[in-house]
């Protein structure tokens, strides 16, 4: 029981390994893109994940999606949407988009690393059967420059499903990797416990509590590996060690009040007061609220009964029933603040959105007493994911709020656009029907003379380029000879017509290649033209479309939003009073446990200072009778309370 | 007290899970968090349509114009504020957050402007000010001529830290 629960405990405690990077691994061709990962390293999931889907359904909805800038990155973004959402807290739809990529056509790498994906978002998510069964679904090659991170996931899995020897050969494999030392040798240390190995377990917690490194995980698992084996050292009453290793937490680090508590302890059980009034006195200065602080409040004066010194001890423990006193009278009040709906109001300020170290920062805020014992639940995991949920109801609800008063303007934009196009489209749509039909028929003589020419190119024909000159010239021949015909004429006459008729065929004849050259270069011309033409013609169109679009089709679509905002807001408001009701009830919840243990530390002390009242007074009675006994006169000195002092001779520790 | 038992309260501490007295129940804390990701799923395609209908409404391809900002050297760069005028009108000033700063030295891209312009040519004019590797405030200007043609405009600007190639702010169109 205990070795499961330690186990379940450890694993809770143990950060992980830090979230794939969502850097491209090439340089960024898609500045769209680049904006959905400028969002997600500030962990604006929201943003992230509502511009990356609007990205991937226009990068899916185009004919050819290869020429689109996204297609760059497109493993990467399908990753990234997961990835987000899993940062956004959507692990259902994170795990459907994960399974996408690996159901898809995609190369083993890719496919192993969605795998690990998937069985990381489940491990993450508590379901820890399913993550084994993901996890041993990896095969063949590995994502490069992710073979650690995938093993050490592998033996957190292993350890959450009780297969304590394979966690433990994965750990052991990874302790030599630059970066897992600790982490690896702490889970190690859990597995061999686990496996009731307790003397290998030792070593390799051992190990984690001695890592060298000054990163701030590094520190805090060494502080883990010291602590868990400090406890586990003092349960078994081995006390000497177990203060090794206590006294290896660091001073100021998140372990250290229990640490320093432990540390106490070891001492007492080696009875070593003396020693154990050092890590108890530190203690005794922290922030109250604190539970090892508080049991340190009854501590310390065990310790100075424990030495015989009973007036201090009375002292101290009179010291920490109005201690404790305070503190009860501020549990009060935070538990009726807290029903009064100060804590919500509290966890969703402003400050808030600037600093997510904020709900912890609220403890020292004297304006907001509610949060002052509730550390310890903010820490675990249900409380974080439900604080998280209600933080993010509370953003959905800003967003539709604000969304929900863009929709009047944006009718109004479509209003004003309509008044101001509507009353001119139908004169300029006459003029512009009657310049199509120009347009049209030029374009059409166009094609006529373009088709004539590549005719000619097959079968010349030298009068097709005939100058009007010439052909105004053989008209007024022909006219000749028509009128010469029923007449006479000599032969001089006919032949000099001839001769003219002669000379404009040579002409027509011998300039036909010049002349069509010269032709197809005026249709070139003429094409600049037309494409000049056709691009102010395009450009009218698209310019009389926009104008239609600017206030055309919105109507429906802006009353559908609007009621499906309408909807999600009232969704959301529900929500948040139950999400909100259960924070509620579970930090009342919070604070009534730590006030019962508070009263029963209350009721401790007032017995243990009567008692060492008792022991103080009987003790100068003693003194004062071998005085007496001993021929000394000298009368004992009454405090004006009526309580007798302490024995001074023997106060300092 | 006896000392066995203070030991003991000790270490039962060290593992206490809180007992609740009006309790939540794990069904409670999931069903509700499905409910969370459901209604996180709605308003996600409320956003993402409404994006497009903004984008539709407000910045029609024919004349949209966007800029981007993003770093280059990532770590050795503190960009402090960029300010930026197209066509001699002050578009977009941005003073970056610590936050921000490491989402662009991570390799975001930020979209600090969208507008409308007509087709043609534009001036962009760009100013900035960061400190270098050395700590020293360094202020740099830049200016770029793009032309804007049927689709949307994208220009990219990209900020360099002082010495880290030749001139400080560069610009590539999209």
């Known amino acids: 029981m205990y070795g499961k629960t330690f186990c379940l405990a450890a694993l809770l405690l143990v950060s992980g390994t830090p979230p794939a990077s969502a ?92 795998i690990y994906r998937l069985a990381r978002l489940l491990f993450q998510t508590q379901d820890y059967v399913n993550a084994l069964h993901a996890i041993e679904r990896i095969r063949g090659e590995l994502p490069a420059g992710m073979e650690n991170e995938i093993a050490f996931v592998k033996g957190q899995i292993y350890l959450a499903n009780g297969r304590f020897g394979d966690a433990e050969r994965i750990f052991a494999a990874l302790e030599g990797q630059n970066g897992y030392r600790g982490f690896a040798a702490y889970n190690r240390g859990v597995s061999l416990f686990a496996q009731g190995q307790d003397a290998r377990g030792a070593e390799a917690m051992d190990s984690a509590g001695s890592v060298p490194g000054s990163e701030r995980e590094t520190e805090a698992i060494r502080d883990k590996a010291n602590l868990v084996m400090g406890s586990r050292l003092l349960e078994k009453g081995e006390a000497q060690l177990a203060g090794k290793y206590l006294e290896r937490v660091r001073l100021e680090g998140p372990f250290s009040n229990r640490a320093l508590l432990g540390a106490g302890w070891a001492d007492v059980k080696r009875e070593d007061y003396r020693h154990a009034l050092v890590p108890w006195s530190l203690l005794f200065k922290r922030n ?57 109001q509290a966890l969703v300020r402003e400050e808030g959105r600037k600093d997510k170290e904020w709900v912890i920062r609220l403890r020292e805020l004297p304006q907001t007493p509610e949060t002052f014992y509730l550390m310890e639940l903010m820490a675990s995991n249900d409380f974080q994911a439900m604080l998280q949920n209600y933080l993010d109801l509370e953003e959905l609800r800003l967003r539709l709020v604000s969304w929900g008063t863009d929709y009047a303007a944006y009718n109004d934009i479509i209003e004003l656009r309509r008044r101001y196009y509507e009353p001119l489209l139908p004169s300029i749509d006459a003029q512009f029907r009657k310049l199509d039909s120009v347009i049209r028929l030029r374009m059409e003589q166009r094609e006529r ?67 069509l050259t010269e032709a197809f270069d005026h249709l070139a011309a003429l094409d600049k033209d037309i494409a000049a033409l056709q691009e102010t013609y395009a450009s009218f169109v698209r310019t009389r479309q926009a104008a239609t679009q600017s206030y055309q089709g919105y109507d429906e679509q802006i009353r559908r939003l609007g009621i499906n905002t309408d909807n999600a807001l009232a969704t959301v408001n529900t929500l948040m009073a139950r999400q909100g009701h259960l924070l509620e009830v579970m930090a009342v919840n919070e604070l009534a446990r730590r006030r019962q243990k508070l009263e029963e530390y209350q009721v401790q002390a007032r017995f243990a200072m009567a008692e060492n009242y008792d022991r103080a007074s009987k003790a100068r009675s003693q003194e004062e009778t071998s005085r007496l006994d001993a021929g000394q006169k000298t009368p004992a000195k009454v405090p004006a309370t009526g309580q007798p002092e302490p024995a001074k001779a023997k106060e300092a520790p | 007290m006896p000392r066995a038992i203070y030991g003991l309260l000790w270490i039962a501490l060290q593992f206490a899970v809180p007992a609740q007295a009006e309790e939540v129940s794990r069904e409670q804390i999931k069903g509700i968090d499905e409910q969370v990701q459901e209604i996180k799923k709605d308003v996600l395609s409320i956003s993402s349509e409404l994006k497009l209908l903004e984008e539709k409404l407000l910045y029609p391809s024919n ?61 962009l004019k760009v100013g900035s000010i960061g400190k270098g590797a050395d700590g020293k405030e360094q202020h740099q200007a830049g200016e770029y001529r793009f032309k804007k043609g049927i689709g949307p405009g994208l220009v990219e600007i990209n900020l360099a830290g002082p010495g880290e190639r030749s001139s400080g702010i560069e610009f590539k169109d999209r």
């Not at chain 2, 993003?70 to 300010?83: C, H, N, Q």
């Not at chain 2, 490491?102 to 600090?112: D, H, K, Y």
Request: negative net charge; glycine residues 8%; proline residues 3%.
């Open chain 1, 23 to 114: 850097t491209p691994s090439t340089e960024l061709k898609d500045p769209f893109f680049g904006e959905v990962l400028y969002y997600a390293h500030q962990h604006r999931y929201f943003d992230a994940v509502s511009r990356l889907d609007a990205e991937l359904a226009q990068y899916h909805g185009v004919d050819e999606p290869l020429l689109d800038s996204l297609n760059f990155h497109i493993n990467q973004a399908e990753f990234s949407v997961g990835d987000f959402e899993l940062g956004y807290r959507m692990h259902q739809r994170a795990g459907r988009a994960i399974s996408a990529v690996i159901e898809g056509n995609v190369p083993a790498a890719v496919r192993n690393e969605a």
């Open chain 1, 288 to 344: 109250v609220t604190d539970p090892s602080v508080q049991e340190a409040l009854l501590g310390v004066p065990h310790a100075y009964a424990q030495l015989g010194l009973y007036g201090k001890s009375a002292l101290l423990y009179g010291s920490a029933l109005e201690k404790i006193g305070g503190e009860l009278d501020k549990l009060d009040a935070s538990i009726d603040s807290i029903k009064q709906g100060r804590f919500l």
């Open chain 1, 449 to 515: 003379l373009d088709n004539k020419l590549k005719k000619m190119l097959v079968a010349p024909q030298p009068e097709f380029l005939a100058t009007s000159r010439e052909r105004v010239a053989k008209e007024r021949i022909a006219g000749m000879e028509a009128r010469l015909k029923g007449n006479r004429a000599d032969a001089d006459t006919l032949h000099r017509i001839e001769r003219l008729k002669g000379v404009i065929q040579w002409d027509i004849a011998t300039n036909y290649q010049a002349r």
């Open chain 2, 63 to 123: 004349t949209q114009v966007s800029l981007f900002v993003s770093l280059a050297g990532k770590e050795k760069f503190r960009l402090d504020s960029v300010e930026i005028m197209l066509d001699g009108k002050a578009v977009a000033t941005h003073v970056y957050s610590f936050k921000e700063l490491e989402a662009l030295q991570a390799g975001g891209m930020q979209r600090i402007y969208t507008g409308n312009v007509q087709t043609g040519e534009h001036l």
